[in-house]
Nanobody, 118 residues
């Protein structure tokens, strides 16, 4: 089992920045990728960014150039630095992990709320 705990959400004005943190624990040796998802009310959950064990990253088109995913292996923490925030970034942000050999994210955190005011 893998546990994930998110933090860092809050209320920010348009154009502002926030850094989300995802602290991971448990059986981490088999984790292949950690990702950030978000879900706004009435909308489908969407993948925001992901980082693999080799530090390769992927981003959704609507956050490229504004968000950066990174990890600190010593702290077992994955970060999502968000800049130039827009009201449409308002959502609950979730951290998720996928093991080697799996095709789904089986491990999820409780999420942290990000609200961007206009």
């Amino acid at each position: 089992q893998v546990q994930l705990v998110e933090s860092g959400g809050g209320l920010v004005q348009t154009g502002g920045s926030l850094r989300l943190s995802c602290v991971t624990s448990g059986r981490l040796d088999n984790v292949y990728v950690v990702a950030w998802f978000r879900q706004a009310p009435g909308k489908l959950r969407e993948l925001v960014a992901s980082i693999r064990r080799d530090d390769s990253t992927n981003y959704a088109d609507n956050v490229k150039g504004r968000f950066t995913i990174s990890r600190d292996t010593a702290k077992n923490t994955v970060y999502l630095q968000m800049s130039s925030l827009k009201p449409e970034d308002t959502a609950r942000y979730y951290c998720a992990a996928m093991d080697y050999g799996d095709s789904q994210y089986l491990y999820w955190g409780q999420g942290t709320q990000v609200t961007v005011s206009s």
